[in-house]
């Protein structure tokens, strides 16, 4: 199994304005959730939806905020939930934005690429 980087670019999607951040994220998709450093949430003036404990590797429970970020990749955008983490944490894209941007790795190439859509039959669009 191999590692993959991607870059991102993510914005509060309420103040655009705030302006946006290119970050390389670690893709992870173990993860629920994305995490990027609790100062790039100051900084885009990401608003704290909730408190959630998490477990460390080596069993630790640690609390952080969660919040949602705008994320760009390519010609992707969408919206996910991010951790604030610490100063130290790998950036890491998470399943949830992964999904959100219609986006799937694939296991033997590590490669990011747009997943197959599908929709239940008798759906009215």
Do not use: H, W
């Amino acid at each position: 199994m191999g590692i993959t980087f991607t870059k991102a670019t993510i914005s509060n999607p309420r103040e655009q304005r705030r302006g946006s951040v290119e970050i390389e994220f670690l893709i992870d998709t173990g993860a629920i959730y994305s995490v990027i450093p609790a100062a790039t949430a100051r900084k885009l003036a990401l608003s704290k939806l909730e408190r959630e404990e998490f477990t460390l590797a080596d069993g630790t429970p640690c609390s952080y905020d969660i919040g949602e970020a705008f994320f760009e990749l390519e010609d992707r955008r969408g919206t996910s939930k991010v951790v604030f983490g610490p100063a130290n944490a790998t950036p890491l894209l998470g399943a949830l934005a992964l999904e959100s941007l219609g986006l799937m790795v694939n296991p033997v190439t590590r490669e990011v690429s747009p997943m197959r859509l599908f929709l239940a039959r008798g759906l009215a669009i």
